[in-house]
């Protein structure tokens, strides 16, 4: 069960200071090292998904797995889009399970960041799904060396996020103030006095790009300053080559079990050198307990067709799925036949909603009145439909 809303997540980091780890993932083995290292922490931890990434494996054959970590998991958790590239990135990310994204509009000049943030803040919070923003530039690329990316780094200002947070209403902002994804050459030189006035001005949680690389002295100052998520992956992949090195260089290392056989401990190993570094550890229950869950919504409509011919009546169908997955928070949409032909109703739509929030924003989506009023309300008149909060999941009774 323990998906939980990622607002709520955030704002309870924020109120008792200490950060929330936001772990890139780019395969089955970083998924299971960070929530074995953040069970081992007993801490809630945040699975992140970076857009930059995409290459390296499918989305949707991931998500999945993510998803059942989350469900199967002690400690609290949710899932993030990290650095989505457009609308329709975070629209995908949400079906697929997100429940936290952000979309980087931060290299745009200030007015179209807003007016595009706002954009994915209407989308997501129609959805139930909580909005990071980014204001300033914190360059390079996750899992590689910042220096080989255009751009110089661009300061975060207390006017800009002030606005930024009002005209947006994201629920947490990450700033530049001097880290950089991947490696810096040199000490990274963080701004906390630019932090701690922003921190004053907007009293919402902050997030940092580019955790790695930063010192422990230089982590407490940030959380004390309001730092609520921190995104980290460059140390653990270059935990996860090291420990490959390492076995590669045995002449018996064997093949790619073999070769990979340390991946997952050297990743926890980081995983959880950062959750106690960063303040998470022993605070799951209290996250539990104070954070509302992630129930996902089950649309259940019962029907018969009046007069349709069976072709017509599967012509219809297909039109609606194909319309109606498209709706934002809308995670799947199938259509069922009875199996007994004498049931009182003879076909059904299971469509899964991302969260409560959908019903509504669904009902009154253009697109969804269109396809019920033309061509399903007037030969389904027979129906009976239900909106279920989906409490329980097999595999949580392992
Ligand atoms: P690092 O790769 O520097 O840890 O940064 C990760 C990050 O900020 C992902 O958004």
Known sequence: MPLVDMGDMLRHAYTHRYAVGAFDLVSLDFLQAIIEGAEACDAPVILSLAESHFAYFDLELLMPAVEAAARRSRVPVAIHLDHGASLESARRAIALGCNGVMVDTSSQPFAANVARSA???????????TVEGELGYVPGVEGEDAERHPGALVYTTVEEARDYVAQTGVDCLAVSIGTVHGHMRGTPELDFERLAAINAALRLPLVIHGGTGLGETQFRRLIEHGVAKINYYTALSEAAAAAIRRR???TDAGGYTGLVRDVQA???AEVERCIRLWGGAGRAADVLAQCRPWHNVEHVILYNTAGMADADAHAMMAEGQRVLAAIP?????AVGEAVDEAARYRYCWLIRFSAQPVISAYKHHPDHVDFADRLFRPVAADRVTVDFALRSHNQELS
């Open 329 to 333: 928070g809308v995670r799947q949409v």
């Open 266 to 268: 050297a990743i926890r």
């Open 248 to 250: 590669a260089l045995q």
């Open 119 to 129: 954009e994915i803040v209407r989308m997501a919070h129609a959805c139930g799904v």
